[in-house]
């Protein structure tokens, strides 16, 4: 089957319906992404299928309806290859996202994704997490933050929950540990002025691995403290 093909069967097949142009945007991103992959590196998985499964169909598996509403200002950090953030903009078109990573690189392939699919509202921005939360144009601004193979929850937290306003949430996507994950992560989620996190299961289309969205809820602004330096959060997780 094409990409195309792949792509429509595994977002039907989790209960997601793309229309044509949707799957044309898709379909456009994997290309790019497998041209852009012979010089950089982008991704591990280049088949078709487990494009669609483990890339598109797991961004998409973070989509709430009642958190991607119309005009969402949203933050991708960590977003790599543009993963969750280009799939779930493709998908929710009215969102407004900030797509943000340490490497050049990759920022470079991500705007000329938004250039060649014509996506409006989205900011590639270079930049350390713990550096951009400090900005004033960044901290606490946004309704959502979310990521996606970046870290351990525990320091997941203090690279994401300074960018949310009180009122907003955390969406992470997560792994077989993720229960051992929310555990860790408590004290740490306490102290960024996080609520306590909370799990829903994501059963992506033939594979039994145990993934999961975590959710944290942002309660109180973030201490002033947070983020601490660049290198900090990894090496002295908040646990």
């Known amino acids: 089957m094409t990409f195309r093909d792949e792509v429509r069967t595994a977002t039907k097949a989790f209960g997601i319906a793309l229309n044509e142009e949707q799957i ?3 379909n456009i991103y994997y290309q790019m992404l497998l041209k ?7 991704t591990a998985i280049t ?4 494009v669609a499964v483990k890339h ?20 991708d950090v960590g977003t790599g290859a543009g993963l969750p953030g280009v799939a779930i903009k493709i998908y929710c078109p009215s969102i407004h996202i900030v797509l943000l990573d340490s490497l050049q690189k990759r920022i470079n392939f991500l705007q000329n994704v938004v250039s060649e699919l014509g996506l409006s509202n989205v900011e590639c921005v270079h930049a350390r997490a713990e550096e951009a939360a400090r900005q004033k144009e960044y901290r606490e601004r946004f309704d959502v933050a979310m990521a996606r193979a970046v870290a351990r929850l525990s320091v997941l937290a203090e690279y994401t929950l300074p960018f949310v306003r009180v009122g907003g949430v ?7 540990r ?9 004290k740490a989620s ?5 609520g306590k996190p909370v799990a829903r299961a994501v059963h992506l289309p033939g594979l039994c691995d145990g993934r999961a969205i975590v959710r ?24």
């Open 190 to 194: 306490r102290i960024l002025g996080g």
């Open 47 to 50: 088949d078709p299928q487990e």
């Open 56 to 75: 598109v169909v797991d961004s998409l598996s973070a989509v709430d309806p009642s958190v991607f509403t119309k005009n969402v200002h949203a933050i």
């Open 36 to 42: 852009w992959n012979e010089k950089m590196n982008l």
């Open 24 to 26: 044309e945007c898709f």
């Open 170 to 176: 955390l969406l992470a996507l997560k792994g077989a």
């Open 216 to 239: 944290i809820d942002k309660k109180t602004a973030t201490p002033s403290a947070y983020p601490r330096k660049s290198g900090t959060p990894e090496k002295k997780p908040l646990i």
């Open 178 to 186: 993720y229960l051992e994950e929310m555990e860790e992560a408590e």
